[in-house]
């Protein structure tokens, strides 16, 4: 880590005296971190400093910086920092051209790059420099001592951005397990995990439930022979099931930045769906998944889902009812999910679970309707249904119940009447109150995103291209 004061040292000219005036000074405003700090992912000696490195985006800098992510007592600030891809060490380069404290101290610098880099940031620039020939082959190590996974599904179903990753590249997946070898990888990687995925934490590498999944391509024998170059990686963990199984928990999961949008993502998910249903774990959850990476797993897992023979008579006939029947009619919410055999099915055979299932469920119904119009107020209906389930309770439809507030001698926040109408559309002409009509607003807009989710997720799996 360097560091560099551009100050001139040239004094300044005599002035002549002037009235002293009596002021404040101004405080330091500070400058956010994410203003004056680029992080370059470099994976040769050759590409620091240079003008086309890669830059990445992290999700937000100024979290590692404890006064409101900002950086005091600086002018003229610049923290240049190079990330390796090869040994993921790091180095960065500060200038600055003064320093003063302005009312709020002078931030030391070093800790905070440290809360990100940790052991990982490299003194001096020569021994960075020296890594790339020093440990230019530390994946290659950490990938001969794990096992390598198998791409293609049991049943021989893959997507064709893994069938064309198969094909036309030597991509592999790396299983490595065991506290010291998850642990030694893990420490490396955590700089990417906390700067690249939003609201995460680093995982226990003691615990050794706990492994990684490694994604690696072999460099062009012109750049580097048998090297390996490190695509991605998922941070996966085992937990008891009552009374004798395992689940399997998708815990994180990054693609490195100038490898996304090139199916590898993709790839990690299919491999996992793979593993879980090669050992029958019990099924497969992702804990808090970003909306992207939902949107592809939702994506994945509906393909699977349209081949799976055993829900299509449930499916089917979900359908068909929508088509016949007019729910703007009906007075009591109706129920068109998955019966449970179709739910215990899919989780024993495909490793989905209940929750996710039921968010393939719809996707699947919007792809039988085929997208028509007629039958599009019935969709939107049953999907209005479940979200206001979901947001305010099972007995918020059409049962015509409501909360009156009564004068009394009891305690007030412990007194309510619970008001319901024999006549459901008396019930719905009583005025709303502004919080409910708020509510309403709210609902609409979560049916909308919901809907515009599921639209985009069925135009990539329908054969028709909804």
């Known amino acids: 880590m360097g560091t560099k004061n551009q100050s001139s040292s040239s004094a300044p000219a005599t002035e002549p005296k002037k009235r002293r005036r009596v002021g404040f000074s101004k405080t330091d405003p500070g400058v956010e971190a994410s203003e004056c700090i680029k992080i370059y992912l470099v994976s040769s000696k050759e590409e620091v400093d240079a003008s086309d490195s890669y830059c990445i985006q992290p999700v937000d800098l100024n979290i590692f910086f404890e006064e409101d992510g900002k950086i005091f007592g600086y002018q003229g600030l610049k923290i240049t920092v190079w990330l390796s891809s090869i040994s993921f060490h790091a180095y960065a380069d500060i200038t600055f051209e003064s320093t003063s404290d302005g009312g709020k101290g002078i931030t030391d610098l070093k800790p905070a790059l440290q809360n990100i880099f940790a052991e990982n940031l490299v003194e001096r620039k020569d021994d960075f420099l020296q890594t790339f020939s020093t440990e230019s082959d530390y994946v290659q190590s950490i990938v001969s001592k794990g096992e390598t996974?198998?791409?293609?599904?049991?049943?021989g179903h893959n997507s064709d951005s893994v069938n064309q990753l198969t094909t036309d590249s030597d991509v592999e997946v790396i299983r490595v397990v065991g506290t010291t070898l998850v642990g030694h990888l893990y420490s490396r990687l955590i700089p990417l995990v906390l700067l690249l995925i939003d609201g995460s934490n680093a995982i226990d590498i003691t615990d050794p439930g706990w492994e990684i999944l490694l994604i690696v391509q072999k460099k062009n024998e012109e750049l580097g022979g048998n090297q390996l170059k490190l695509l991605g990686f998922a941070a996966i963990y085992r937990f008891y099931h009552y009374p004798d199984s395992l689940r399997l928990r998708l815990g994180q999961i990054l693609v490195l930045p100038p490898y996304q949008q090139k199916g590898y993502g993709r790839c990690l998910l299919e491999v996992l769906n793979n593993l879980a249903i090669?050992?029958?774990?019990?099924?497969?959850?992702?804990?808090?998944?970003?909306?992207?990476?939902?949107?592809?797993?939702?994506?994945?897992?509906?393909?699977?889902?349209?081949?799976?023979?055993?829900?299509?008579?449930?499916?089917?006939?979900?359908?068909?009812?929508?088509?016949?029947?007019?729910?703007?009619?009906?007075?009591?919410?109706?129920?068109?999910?998955?019966?449970?055999?179709?739910?215990?099915?899919?989780?024993?055979?495909?490793?989905?679970?209940?929750?996710?299932?039921?968010?393939?469920?719809?996707v699947l119904i919007y792809v039988g309707l085929e997208s028509v119009d007629k039958y599009m107020e019935n969709y939107r209906t049953i999907i209005s249904d479940r979200i206001r389930a979901d947001v305010i309770g099972?007995?918020?439809?059409?049962?015509?119940?409501?909360?009156?507030?009564?004068?009394?001698?009891?305690?007030?926040?412990?007194?309510?009447?619970?008001?319901?109408?024999?006549?459901?559309?008396?019930?719905?002409?009583?005025?709303?109150?502004?919080?409910?009509?708020?509510?309403?607003?709210?609902?609409?807009?979560?049916?909308?995103?919901?809907?515009?989710?599921?639209?985009?997720?069925?135009?990539?799996?329908?054969?028709?291209?909804?």
């Open 278 to 362: 090669g050992e029958d774990v019990h099924d497969l959850t992702v804990e808090e998944p970003l909306d992207s990476l939902q949107h592809v797993r939702t994506c994945i897992d509906v393909q699977r889902l349209l081949v799976f023979t055993p829900i299509q008579e449930a499916l089917d006939s979900t359908i068909l009812r929508l088509k016949q029947e007019n729910l703007s009619k009906k007075t009591q919410t109706c129920h068109f999910g998955p019966p449970p055999s179709a739910i215990e099915d899919v989780r024993k055979s495909l490793k989905i679970n209940k929750k996710q299932f039921l968010q393939c469920w719809e």
């Open 149 to 155: 996974l198998q791409l293609k599904a049991p049943n």
């Open 394 to 466: 099972k007995d918020s439809g059409a049962a015509g119940k409501r909360l009156v507030e009564f004068p009394t001698d009891y305690d007030q926040e412990m007194a309510f009447v619970m008001f319901k109408s024999k006549n459901v559309e008396a019930s719905s002409s009583i005025e709303m109150d502004e919080d409910q009509a708020n509510q309403e607003q709210q609902l609409k807009q979560l049916v909308d995103e919901r809907i515009k989710q599921i639209k985009s997720i069925a135009q990539k799996v329908s054969p028709r291209g909804l």
